[in-house]
């Protein structure tokens, strides 16, 4: 009876509640992402913030929905990752060299965490330089900030190619049903918009940077947006009103090729297959990775015994019941920067449901600037129809907008969507 009147519920946007539990999710996220950023300075233990970051995160899952017989918790573990890293990092008590790392100054990182209510999982990243002597007075080092400009820039574009073709057309009827039947845009043709981006601040997206559709208890479905593929990389599908998709955006002010370092992989996700392990100790950590975090990644460092899961671990990554997360870095060990942005489709566009905060432009000194016609019209457009009272103010952003992105140097008047 239960399995019956369960598969009954409608886990898609069509139900309001859905979009509920993600919007509470979202915003708990963004509130452990403010004050986590906070916490990010220089000599501060990486291990020490992920660890604070989980805390927080917990507390924040448990005042809501309180009494109500639903899975939440952690969607992504605190994650914080230094210059050259690409994927999210969280180092382990158990590892010395790891435990003692701290953050130095001049550095990107990589902050990456999210919380999920009922299987609906929100997850952002946001990229941020540590505070050193030559960026005294809020003033970002020339490369740095044009490596933080082509992120923004290059996010804000993915974000509006996310559209489905005609959803926001205008004009007559007919006008919009020949938008709406036009092909969708290929990912060979996303890339190659995003690449003229990152270019024009002499940076290059980093290989394989992928979206994915995420679903209840899922972040990584069945389509997915694959940037710059490496070999034996692609995407598929193309998203869809309905939709929820976890866009994320990597830029390296080096070649953007990736390679693989020699360290412990510390991140891990259960998967959908199923296996009779045949070590008590994996046949435990398993149960415990199943009843704490379903299938969301977890770290190690998460679970009650840390030394025995570096062990229990081994077979079911053997046995394909967990899948790891190998640590990734830049081929050029050249600094890298990360963006990810959880986003709801709906019939209006795309609504931003956790995302990093809006970068102060007026931070980023560059003589560089994007020229490229095709994409600063792109970059003109709402992500989204205006609603109510707000529909005049959104009309008067829309000519700053396209101002910032070709003039940096210029105040900040919020060029994004919003």
Sequence with gaps: ??????????Y??????????????????????????KWCVEGEKILTICERGDKLLDEEVGKVYKGKKITKGISHPTTVSPNAFVTPYTPLISEPDEAYAVLKAGEVIKIQLGAQIDGFGTIVCDSIIIPGKENEGDQIPEREADLLLATYYANELLLRLMLPQGLLASGSDEEKKAASSARPMTQSKISSLLE???????????ESTTSWLFERNEIEGKKKIVLAPGEGSKGEGVPEVGEVWGVEMGVSLGT???????????????????YALKRTSSRQILSEIVKKFGTFPFSLRQL??????????????????VRQYEVIADKDNAAVSRLLTTIAITKNGVLKLSAPPAPDLSQYKTDKKITDEEVLKILEQPLSKPTGSKSKNKKKKKKPAKKEAVEEEEDDDDSSDE
Excluded: F, W
Excluded at 196 to 206: A, D, G
């Design 196 to 206: 003229k981006v990152v270019k024009s601040y002499e940076c290059n997206l980093v």
């Design 304 to 321: 009650d015994d840390e030394r025995a899961a570096k062990v229990g671990v081994v077979e079911c990554v053997r046995s394909n019941v």
């Design 12 to 37: 898609t946007l069509n139900n309001p509640d859905t979009l509920t539990k993600y919007k509470t999710a979202a915003q708990i996220s963004h509130k452990v992402l403010e004050t986590v950023t």
């Design 256 to 274: 953007g090729k990736v390679k693989t370092l020699d360290m412990r992989p510390t991140l891990h996700r259960r998967t959908a297959i199923t």
């Design 1 to 10: 009876m239960a399995d019956t009147a369960e598969k009954e519920v409608d």
